[in-house]
């Protein structure tokens, strides 16, 4: 059937599945001159189907299969730099002119990656926007040697340069730093790691801090770059900022950050964790009479120690989050007025009825969502780091108990861990764990696993003790999964047992 025979829509439906079998299923040959001819098979019998002759496609619907190639071959992200476009090129005279006469629309860049003659082949091709692909993502090969005179090579091209994603070793890191100063107009992509153990001292003059208008993504881990309020302050088209593993050389205050974030209308994600407690802040007195409005936020992370982030949130709003993870460095003492303030003032971090607490082996976890988990209705999630299993309790209920709006809908409560108790177990005092279940008023269900049981089972016998009716005063359901019928358990429940009270029912799964 000729191509003529077919509508525009029709061609591109019947030809579509052939270009993206082209490795394995298309072939090539001359007829009456009209040109090559794709044959394809799209039932796996091994017999070609309909014929379409190349030549006499329309240029438009062409451009519209290799579009739609690209887009099916990366659903999840079409701008994906992977995409073997340079393949289709040598397919025919007429592909390779369809292709580069419409570079924007199939978004096309070439790629330089381990094992590419950059300087030797980089010209070979049109003057394309370039993508420098060395590492930079955790799992990734680092840069070799011979890698190292690629990477300077295509950084020579700073006004094509879209994406750089490196990671530094200390030799490629000196490189760099010996380059001229340029800027990058072109710039979309910038990722950094730091691999080698010891510090890199700041990171290159190569990248000017006026040079990344065009910036959406940026992403450094390890990288001491304390003039990064800076650069940020020309990087308003931001949609993902993430510093991770920030060193203490690379340092910047809450008070900068806050203002370089100002005005990123597009930030939908952010992400700031520091390496150690010793990034400190000089606390100010009073809060910014002005607020930086992300309107568009809806991930944040944040790991640090109290102070920073209690200056941090209290210079922005985020009315549009519904991911916040916070983990705090231990501390004898905290005080989170400003977090507590910055949430009630976000819709979707509000009314949570799933609070689960999980102790594990460097630290203590709440995280709070709704029945069914993470959805479009919020979560948040806090993390203390911290070893000793009373600490972590104390610490944990210091917080919970400053920001107790925040669980006056919790209805479930999850406590699990899985690891083994510390062998002196009579060190661990029961007062913690009373103090923290204090914010919990309307749970009516608490739900025990793991190690954890026997020191909540002692916690509520104490509570039996006092007035029974202040801890937990909502509870209906006690669910202890790994234990059998427990003495302390039984003396909570009787205790309940209270005139015009509704009862408290028990359940164990133990063995």
Not at 96 to 115: M, N, Q, W
Not at 164 to 188: V, Y
Not at 332 to 355: T, W, Y
Request: hydrophobic share 40%; proline share 7%.
């Amino acid at each position: 059937m000729s191509s003529q025979q077919l509508s525009p829509t029709g061609v591109i439906s019947k030809v579509n599945g052939a270009i993206r079998r082209l490795s394995s299923k298309v072939k090539k040959r001359q007829t009456d001159g009209r040109g090559s001819v794709l044959r394809y098979n799209t039932t796996g019998t091994g017999e070609d189907h309909e014929c379409v002759t190349i030549n006499s496609l329309p240029d438009d619907v062409l451009l519209e299969i290799f579009n739609r190639h690209r887009l099916s071959t990366f659903p999840n992200d079409p701008t994906d730099d992977m995409w073997e476009w340079h393949r289709l090129t040598h397919v025919c005279r007429k592909w390779r002119y369809v292709i580069f006469a419409s570079p924007h629309r199939l978004d096309l860049r070439l790629l330089c990656t381990h094992g590419t003659p950059v300087r030797r082949t980089l010209d070979c091709w049109p003057a394309l926007p370039i993508s420098i692909q060395y590492g930079g993502v955790m799992g990734n090969p680092r840069p070799a040697l011979k890698d190292e005179d690629n990477i300077i090579a295509a950084l020579e091209h700073p006004a094509r340069t879209y994406k750089i994603q490196l990671s530094l070793t200390k030799s490629l890191f000196d490189k760099l730093a010996a380059l001229k100063q340029q800027p990058f107009p072109a710039l979309e992509h910038f990722s950094l790691m730091s691999l080698d153990g010891g510090e890199l001292s700041v990171l290159p003059s190569t990248m000017s801090c006026e040079s990344a208008s065009r910036l959406r993504v940026l992403f450094f881990y390890g990288i001491p770059f304390p003039m990064l309020p800076k650069f940020l302050l020309s990087t308003k088209e931001l949609v993902l900022l993430r510093l991770t593993m920030i060193p203490s050389a690379g340092y910047f205050s809450p008070e900068s950050l806050v203002t370089s974030l100002s005005g990123m209308t597009q930030l939908k994600a952010l992400d700031i964790e520091f390496a150690s407690p010793s990034s400190r802040p000089n606390r100010r007195i009073v809060p910014p009479l002005r607020r930086a409005v992300l309107s568009s936020l809806t991930d944040f992370i944040f790991r640090g120690i109290s102070e920073y982030l209690e200056d941090l949130v209290a210079g922005i709003d985020a009315p549009a989050l519904g991911y916040f993870d916070v983990q705090l460095f231990n501390q004898l003492m905290f005080d989170v007025p400003q977090l507590h303030q910055f949430i009630s003032r976000v819709e979707k971090l509000r009314g949570f009825g799933r609070a689960t607490l999980y102790s594990f082996e460097n630290g203590i976890s709440i995280t709070l969502s709704q029945p069914g988990g993470m959805n479009t209705l919020g979560h948040l999630s806090l993390r203390i780091a911290c070893k000793p299993l009373d600490w972590q309790v104390s610490s944990m209920a210091e917080i919970c108990n400053q920001s107790s709006t925040l669980f006056s809908r919790v209805e479930r409560l999850n406590i699990d861990t899985h690891f083994p108790l510390p062998a002196r177990q009579d060190e661990i005092g029961v007062p913690e764990w009373l103090e923290l279940f204090r914010p919990f008023t309307t749970v009516n269900s608490l739900h025990v696993s793991g190690s954890l049981e026997p020191l909540v089972a002692h916690a509520l016998e104490d509570a039996a003790d006092g007035p029974v009716m202040e801890v937990l005063p909502a509870l209906r359901l006690l669910h202890f999964k790994g234990s059998r019928n427990s003495a302390p358990v039984e003396k909570f429940v009787t205790a309940r047992r209270l005139p015009d009270q509704p009862t408290l029912d028990v359940h164990y799964n133990g063995l």
